[in-house]
C-alpha cells in the first residue's frame, strides 16, 4: 500500500519534472482556442493519462514478447506532436488524411465537423501523442513497470493508475491557471488567429527535439535547479530502508539477484537500481561490443572488451585515425581526462579506424602513437567492424559508456569538450556511488586546452585520389593513371588543387613521377598535408611566393631552408600562420616517388 501512496505523489511532482517542463506549453496550447477550453483540458489531459496507462503495458508485453525497442514510442509520440502542430499551420491538412476523408461519409457528419475544428478527436490526438514522453520522468514509474507488474498484475495495474491520477490532477491545474492567463490577457480569443499558429510552431519545434534528442539538452539546465526523482528516491529510500533486502521487504517485492555485478559478486539489484535501469534502457542505447579487432595496442598486447568493463568502470571510446589533424587536435584532452581521472575509473579506449591504406598497419599506428604521447589503449578497426556496429561516420567521435553499458553522451569532431568532461564527472560520481568509494578527485576543474580557431578555416580537407579529388583545378577529375599536369599561368582559384609536372593519379593518393609541383589557395591558419615518401623526399615550401620564416613555418619545416623531408606515412604540419588569412602555397617536389593523399587546414 505504501507504494500507491508514493506513486500517487509521484503523479503530482512529475509535473515539476525537467524532463516534462518544456512540454507544459504543449498541454497549455492544446487545451485553448475555443469556447470548449475546460472539456479540452479534460479531454487533453485524460487522453494523455489513458496515453500512458497504454502505453505502459504495451511497453511491458511488446519488450517481452515482440522486442519493440523503447525508442520506438519516443519516435511515434514525436511525429504525433508534429502532425498535430502542422494541423494548426495548416488547418485542411485533416482533409488530406485519409481516415479524416472517411470521416466526411455522413453517417459520421458531426464527428468530422468536430475533428476539422481540432474538437474532440484534436484533443485526444494531442494528449494521446504526449503519453509516452511523460512516462520516461519518474522513478516511481519505472519501479512499477521494472518489478511489480512482472509480480503482480493487480498491484502494479493500481499503482500505475495511482500514478496515472496524481498527473492528470496536477496537469489539470496547470492548465486551468494557463487558460486563465491567457483568457486575462486576451491572446487567445481568435481560435483561427495567429496565436493558434504560433503554438502550432511551438508543436514542431517540441516534436523535433523530442525525435533528435535535444530535448534533453533544454533538460540538463533544470536538474541542476530542480529534480523530483531526489525527493521520489528519498521517500523509497526512508519508507524501505537503505539495505536492499529492507528495501524490496519494505515495497513488499522479491529483489533480483544479478549475476554479474560491479564488485564481480552477486548482488541484490534493489527496486530503484531496477528502475535506474529501466529508465536508462528508455533514454540511451547499449553500446555495441568492439567487433573482432585486428589488433590490440596496450601495455600487454591482451584483448579488449567492453564487457570486460561493464559493472566496474566508465569507458569514452574514441574513434579516430592518426593522420586525421582534427582527431590530433582532440588528444590534449583525451591525455588530459586520462591523466586526471583514470585513479576515478575512467578508462579510455581508442578505435583507430583508419582512412588510408598505410593505416591499417599496427607498425604505423604504434609509432603515431608514440609522437602524439598517447598512453591509454587503443584497438585496431581496419575492417570497419566497430565502426559499423556503432553505425559511426565521423573521425573523432566520442562515445562515452557508463557503468551499466549505456552510451549516455556522444560527442562528433572538435569542441564541446566541457561538456564531454562534465558528462565524465557524472558517470564518474554514480560509479562511486554505486560502488561506494569515495567521490573525491571526481569533481575538478575542466581541462582548459587552448584550442585551434576552427571557425577561421574556410578550406575543405582536399583528396588527392581519383577516388575523391573533386577539387582538382587542371587534369580530368576521377581519372586513374598517369597524366602530367601545367600550372595555371594566371591566378589560381581558391580551394582548388593544382598540380604540376609528371603524377601517376591512383585511387587513393597521387604518387610523382619526377620533380613535381603543388599549387593551392587556402584560407585558414595552419596548412597540413598527409603524404609519405619512397625514400626521403624534401619538399621546398612557399606561401605567397616567398620562403616560410621562423615565424610561419610549420613543425616539419626547417625555417633555414623552407624544406620539408617526407617519408613516414603521416600528417606533416608545413605552415602556421598566427592570424588566419588567405594565402597561395606552393610545394616543389624534389624528384619521384612523393605520395599526397590529402591537404588539410587549421
Request: with cysteine; hydrophobic share 45%; net charge negative.
Amino acid at each position: 500500500m505504501a507504494l500507491f501512496f508514493i506513486a500517487l505523489l509521484a503523479g503530482f511532482l512529475t509535473v515539476l519534472s525537467p524532463c516534462v517542463l518544456p512540454l507544459l506549453p504543449i498541454i497549455v496550447g492544446g487545451s485553448i482556442t475555443g469556447e470548449r477550453s475546460v472539456w479540452r483540458a479534460l479531454t487533453v489531459t485524460i487522453s494523455l493519462g489513458v496515453s500512458v496507462f497504454v502505453f505502459t503495458i504495451l511497453l511491458k508485453v511488446l519488450t517481452i514478447f515482440i522486442q519493440v525497442p523503447a525508442w520506438f514510442w519516443t519516435d511515434f509520440s514525436a511525429v504525433l506532436i508534429g502532425v498535430v502542430g502542422l494541423s494548426m499551420l495548416f488547418p485542411k491538412l485533416w482533409d488530406m488524411l485519409p481516415f479524416a476523408a472517411r470521416l466526411n461519409a455522413e453517417s459520421s457528419k458531426t464527428m468530422n465537423e468536430g475533428f476539422a475544428k481540432k474538437s474532440f478527436w484534436g484533443d485526444v490526438l494531442v494528449g494521446g501523442a504526449l503519453g509516452p514522453v511523460f512516462s520516461s520522468c519518474s522513478p516511481t514509474y519505472f519501479i512499477v513497470l521494472a518489478t511489480v507488474l512482472p509480480a503482480s498484475l493487480a498491484a502494479g495495474v493500481a499503482d500505475i493508475l495511482a500514478y496515472i491520477v496524481g498527473l492528470c490532477v496536477s496537469l489539470l491545474v496547470v492548465s486551468f491557471v494557463g487558460q486563465k492567463i491567457l483568457d486575462g490577457l486576451g491572446v487567445a480569443s481568435d481560435p483561427n488567429g495567429l496565436f493558434k499558429k504560433i503554438f502550432g510552431i511551438l508543436f514542431i519545434l517540441v516534436g523535433i527535439a523530442i525525435a533528435t534528442g535535444f530535448d534533453k539538452v533544454l533538460e540538463a539546465p533544470l536538474y541542476k535547479i530542480f529534480d523530483e526523482t531526489t525527493i521520489e528516491q528519498g521517500l523509497l529510500q526512508n519508507k524501505a530502508g537503505m539495505s536492499a533486502s529492507s528495501t524490496a521487504s519494505g515495497l513488499g517485492l522479491t529483489p533480483i539477484t544479478a549475476s554479474t555485478t560491479q564488485t564481480g559478486t552477486n548482488i541484490k539489484v534493489t527496486p530503484l537500481l531496477a528502475a535506474t535501469l529501466a529508465k536508462k534502457s528508455a533514454l540511451y542505447p547499449q553500446a555495441p561490443e568492439f567487433v573482432t579487432p585486428d589488433g590490440y595496442l596496450n601495455p600487454n598486447g591482451q584483448p579488449i572488451s567492453l564487457a570486460g568493463y561493464k559493472g566496474k568502470n566508465v569507458v569514452l571510446v574514441d574513434f579516430w585515425t592518426y593522420s586525421c589533424i582534427n582527431c590530433q587536435r582532440t588528444l590534449p584532452y583525451l591525455n588530459s581526462w586520462y591523466a586526471k581521472y583514470k585513479d576515478q575509473g575512467l578508462v579510455i579506449i581508442g578505435v583507430s579506424t583508419p582512412e588510408f591504406a598505410f593505416e591499417h598497419v599496427q607498425s604505423n599506428v604504434a609509432a603515431a602513437m608514440k609522437q602524439l604521447g598517447i598512453m591509454y589503449p587503443v584497438i585496431l578497426d581496419n575492417e570497419y567492424k566497430t565502426w559499423n556496429a556503432y553505425k559511426n561516420q565521423f573521425w573523432p567521435h566520442e562515445y562515452l559508456v557508463d557503468i551499466d553499458g549505456y552510451v549516455v553522451h556522444d560527442h562528433i569532431g572538435e569542441g564541446g569538450y566541457a561538456e564531454t568532461e562534465m558528462a565524465i564527472q557524472a558517470a564518474l560520481a554514480e560509479r562511486a556511488t554505486r560502488l561506494r568509494m569515495s567521490t573525491e578527485g571526481i569533481k575538478q576543474s575542466v581541462t582548459n586546452v587552448k584550442a585551434d580557431d576552427i571557425g577561421a578555416v574556410q578550406s575543405p580537407e582536399t583528396y588527392f585520389g581519383s577516388d575523391r579529388n573533386q577539387y582538382l583545378g587542371n587534369g580530368t577529375k576521377g581519372q586513374a593513371g598517369p597524366q602530367t599536369f601545367m600550372l595555371p599561368v594566371t591566378a589560381p582559384s581558391a580551394n582548388t588543387l593544382y598540380l604540376g609536372g609528371p603524377w601517376s593519379i591512383e585511387a587513393e593518393d597521387a604518387v610523382t613521377q619526377g620533380p613535381s609541383s603543388v599549387k593551392y589557395v587556402y584560407s585558414a591558419n595552419d596548412f597540413y598535408i598527409v603524404a609519405s615518401g619512397d625514400s626521403a623526399i624534401s619538399v621546398e615550401v612557399l606561401q605567397d611566393g616567398v620562403s616560410l620564416t621562423a615565424t610561419n613555418a610549420g613543425a616539419d619545416v626547417d625555417p633555414s631552408t623552407s624544406t620539408a623531408t617526407i617519408q613516414a606515412n603521416r600528417l606533416y604540419k608545413l605552415v602556421h600562420n598566427s592570424v588566419p588569412g588567405v594565402h597561395t602555397i606552393e610545394l616543389k617536389i624534389s624528384g619521384p616517388g612523393f605520395h599526397a593523399y590529402t591537404l588539410d587546414f587549421g
